[in-house]
């Protein structure tokens, strides 16, 4: 993966600093990111659009991890941004990125959280439902503000190749239908809207998807109803936003394919239709969250315990688990990992990987082929940087842990370990005549 190398003493390098050197400054466990693989995710994007010659954004959705630090770089690496909450607004507003490159997306925006995207003038909202086309057109008039617009739309497309997590099929929660006439009703509506400028559709198909053919059909799905909608009303979309979900190897048995191809295909697709249909060619905007960061990262833990169940199988025990990354325990999610600071010896056991948390269910990696270990060592479990921190809980009250970004042989951190007192800073303690009250 990446900038990983080992060095003459056997210890895992990532972009040319010593993962002991890491975890001797910074304890365990720790998530570090190679930021030189994230760059080189986020050009391989916009590269690619570069080379197709279309107008494209690509929004890093943040949902994969959303930090000031990521949100600076992202920014000096032209990306836009998807954000789904006040929350990551906020974050980002806090890392100076610039507000016109924000689009808002989430099924059940509030009002304050559509209020505060108005004030900050970030680029887009991805509209989901007719609630909030009300909403909107609410809060538009009274501060009398334009507003960039797309609506979401449920393509009906299954993606299921995989056990992904799918959102662009009929039934879902997100989004208006595109083929029962919901997309037309909230396009009716929209469409000559003094305040909200209607800038075109958005689709998002699901997340960890490894087949081509799920985007290209959602592509021109879309493209046929922008079609009707320029027959039938003269409207042109300026914007066809596709979403991200672009699958990535977390293990061998994963192939996905490299994260342009999915881009490529996608986008040739709506330039073939585009010249079919005689339509202007819109700008494509895709959001990958995954596919930027999930493999820059790397969560470095400390072996304690050891159980062995007789000709069942060896527990060992790291100083973290579900409550900085669920997804094994969530979706049965699958890793690799090593034994970092032994990276020589040989691979001949095979172990579980278990964390600290009191539940049974709480594994990392079952059946890992590792080399032995004892307490002490450390155990580098690789693709931890989508969906983990950004997940990341208190459960048995144990501290969030530290974020740490390396490039070129230099480490920084960007996110503290939560220390004790974090952990009761919103605990408030009765008054003493509430104990004494009988
Ligand atoms: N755009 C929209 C509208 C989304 O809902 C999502 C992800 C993305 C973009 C980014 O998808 P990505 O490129 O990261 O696949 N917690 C789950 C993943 C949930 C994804 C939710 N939406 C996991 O750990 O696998």
């Not at 039938?232 to 192939?255: K, M, P, Q, W």
């Not at 202007?280 to 315990?305: F, K, N, Q």
């Not at 990392?364 to 931890?384: H, K, P, W, Y």
């Amino acid at each position: 993966h990446g900038t990983q190398t080992v060095n003459e003493e056997g210890h895992l390098e990532i972009g040319g600093v010593d993962v002991t050197e890491i975890v001797a400054e910074y304890s365990t466990p720790t998530i570090v990111y190679d930021m030189a693989l994230f760059e080189r995710r986020a050009k391989g994007f916009v590269d690619t659009f570069e080379q197709l010659g279309v107008k494209a954004q690509v929004a890093y959705a943040s949902k994969a991890f959303s930090n000031i630090a990521l949100y600076q770089v992202a920014e000096t690496l032209g990306l836009s941004l998807d954000v789904v909450s006040e929350g990551e607004l906020y974050t980002a507003v806090r890392a100076n990125f610039p507000a016109e490159r924000i689009h808002f997306h989430g099924n059940n925006k509030s009002e304050s959280e559509l209020r505060y995207a108005f004030e900050v003038g970030i680029g887009c909202i991805v509209i989901d439902n007719f609630y909030e086309i009300d909403l909107l057109r609410k809060i538009a008039t009274e501060r009398n503000q334009k507003m960039n617009v797309l609506i979401r739309v449920t393509p009906g497309v299954e993606a299921s190749t995989h056990d992904y997590i799918t959102t662009g099929q009929e039934d879902s929660k997100f989004g208006f239908d595109l083929k029962n006439g919901q997309a037309d009703r909230a396009f009716q509506q929209l469409k000559e809207d003094k305040h909200l400028q209607f800038l075109g559709m958005h689709c998002h198909i699901g997340s960890q998807i490894f087949e081509v053919d799920g985007f290209v059909h959602a592509a021109e799905a879309l493209m046929q109803k922008m079609h009707t909608w320029q027959e039938e009303d003269h409207f042109i979309c300026s914007v066809l936003n596709l979403g991200g979900g672009f699958g990535i190897r977390y293990t061998e048995e994963d192939a996905p394919e490299e994260p342009h191809v999915y881009v490529k295909a996608m986008t040739e697709a709506v330039m073939k239709l585009a010249e079919q249909y005689k339509y202007p060619m819109p700008a494509i905007w895709i959001e990958p969250g995954r596919s930027l960061v999930g493999d820059a990262g790397t969560t470095l833990y400390t072996v304690g315990s050891q159980k062995e169940v007789p000709n069942v199988r060896q527990y060992v025990a790291v100083d973290g688990g579900m409550t900085d990354n669920i997804r094994p325990a969530l979706y049965d999610a699958k890793y690799e990992a090593v034994v970092a600071n032994k990276m020589n010896a040989p691979k001949g056991t095979v172990v579980t990987i278990a964390g600290k948390c009191c539940e049974s269910g709480d594994q990392l990696i079952q059946g890992a082929r590792i080399s032995a270990v004892e307490n002490g060592d450390i155990i580098a479990l690789f693709c931890t940087g989508a969906y983990t921190y950004a997940m990341a809980s208190n459960y048995n009250r144990l501290a969030k842990p530290a974020v740490v970004f390396i490039k070129d042989g230099r480490h920084q951190l960007v996110a503290r370990r939560e220390k004790l007192e974090d952990l009761v800073r919103l605990d408030e303690a009765l008054p003493q005549d509430w104990l004494e009250e009988r």
